[in-house]
């Protein structure tokens, strides 16, 4: 029998299936054969949101030789408020504020544009040695009595791949998650994220905001210049409904939530809305397949923190092959992918849960739920200790901390 054409094929080349190619060829070198197929790479990237990148996650973007290229249009995050309102109070009390250093000199987290960074990436991936395929996944078996220690995979454009370990990153609707038979714990919430861009008069000073209204959360995110990414949270059909306005009544909505406190503002770039939904798979691997992602878990964008876990799981699974590897074991083989599941699906499912608990807790009409959650968030403002430890959390630097989001090496 041939050897397989990789030692690992990702299907699906964004954030996470990306950092995962990357950290590979540079732990295991040439020899060690990666490839990503997306029919993405047929095309510039494009990718109108921005990401708030924890710091762990920043880490492992400068290991793997990728922060250098956009570092200079990020805008760290160096504050934070988050108020609790209804939309036509005249004041919007401060209940809680974060400063935004993990470490002397270290933001707690980045500002990032979608697009120079998944440009970046795959810049990074081809110079690399990765090979990318300009294609889909179609279809794959693993299962077959003559399967041989490999997976056969079918590409959209006919061909036919063979590799030791087929990683899932093509996203919440996964193809190989499906044919790999793994089902989902998902939930869809009555709601929709609208995410643009907006431009004001006065700076920013790298604070965010996050206010909670009772739709939902509305998130003013710093960007570099006088500019801020909106997450706006409301009920679906509002939602759409706000999308589709015309310019100056959309305007109009807009400065009724966001203020007047950076000066006037303007909504540049699209305006899109994202339906939010909960899925965690209930497994995160089978026979020489392993998920990553969004393909593993979809969470609320409540705390904006999917991007960041999904790149946690391209860490740890980059540490459990590379270390299998280095001492000659099969990447696809059972103890890799036992290991990199218990690794993984525990502090999925924590996040999953606070992010679904904070959602129930914040959008909603009731003026009971509003009094316990502002005294909860008075009480955690007055504790340091504890704000300290949300702030470890939301860097991504508790619990078991893989290598690359500690920015070593593998
Ligand atoms: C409104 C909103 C705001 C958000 N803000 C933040 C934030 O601030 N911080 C944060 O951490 N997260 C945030 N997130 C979450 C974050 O955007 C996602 O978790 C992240 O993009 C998922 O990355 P991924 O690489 O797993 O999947 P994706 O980005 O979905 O990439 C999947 C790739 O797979 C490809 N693909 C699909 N099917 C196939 C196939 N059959 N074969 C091959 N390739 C395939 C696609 O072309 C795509 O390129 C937000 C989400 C939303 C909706």
Redesign the pocket.
């Known amino acids: 029998m041939p050897e397989p054409a990789s030692d690992v094929l990702i ?7 990306l950092a995962l190619a990357c950290a590979l060829r540079q732990s295991l070198g040439p020899s060690f054969r990666v490839a990503v ?4 790479f047929a095309r510039p990237p494009s990718d109108a ?6 710091a762990g ?1 920043r880490r492992l973007f400068e290991t793997i030789g990728v922060w250098a290229a956009v570092a200079d249009d990020t805008q760290p995050i160096l504050d934070m408020v988050i108020t609790d309102s209804k939309l036509d109070d005249a004041v919007r009390p401060t209940f809680l504020t974060f400063g935004g250093e993990i470490a002397p000199g270290e933001p707690f987290a980045h500002m990032v544009e ?1 697009t120079p960074l998944l440009a970046a990436l795959v810049e990074r991936a081809a110079q690399g040695g990765v090979v990318l395929l300009p ?4 279809d794959f078996s693993s299962r077959s009595p003559s399967a041989h220690r490999r997976v056969t995979a079918e590409l ?1 454009n006919g061909q036919v791949h063979a590799t030791r370990l087929l990683v899932a ?8 998650r499906a044919g790999a038979g793994i089902t989902c714990t998902s939930w869809a919430y009555p709601q929709s ?1 609208i ?1 643009t861009t907006v431009a004001h008069e006065r700076p920013h000073h790298g604070r965010a905001e996050e206010h909670f209204l009772p739709a939902g959360p509305f998130a003013i ?1 710093p960007l570099k210049g006088l500019r801020s990414s909106i ?1 706006w949270t409301e009920e679906a059909s509002e939602a759409q409904r706000i999308v589709a306005l015309p310019d100056d009544a959309f305007h109009a909505e807009l400065e009724a939530r966001f203020g007047l406190h950076l000066g006037e503002i303007v909504a540049v770039g699209p305006r899109r809305a ?1 339906p ?1 939904g909960l899925a965690i798979a209930r497994a995160f691997v089978a026979e020489r397949v392993a998920l ?4 593993a878990h ?1 969470i609320h ?1 409540i705390a ?7 790149l946690r799981d391209a860490a740890a699974l980059a540490e459990c092959i590379t270390d299998a590897a280095r001492l000659g074991l099969d990447p696809g083989g059972p103890d890799v992918l036992s290991r990199y599941q218990r690794w993984r699906r525990f502090d999925t499912v924590a996040m999953g849960i606070t992010t679904d608990g904070l959602n129930r807790l914040f959008s909603n009409r009731s003026d009971v739920l509003r009094l316990v959650r502002d005294i909860g968030l008075g009480m955690v403002d007055r504790l340091p200790r504890l704000k300290d430890s949300f702030i470890h959390q939301a860097a991504g630097l508790a619990g078991e901390v893989p290598k690359l989001l500690r920015g070593e090496a593998l």
């Open positions: 299907a699906g080349g964004g954030f996470a299936g197929a997306d029919p993405a949101r921005a990401s708030a990148i924890a996650a979608n294609t889909s996944l179609k959209g990153a093509d996203g919440a609707h996964s193809r190989v994220a995410v995110l997450v994202f939010i990553i992602g969004d393909a979809v964008p904006g923190q999917g991007l960041n876990l999904g």
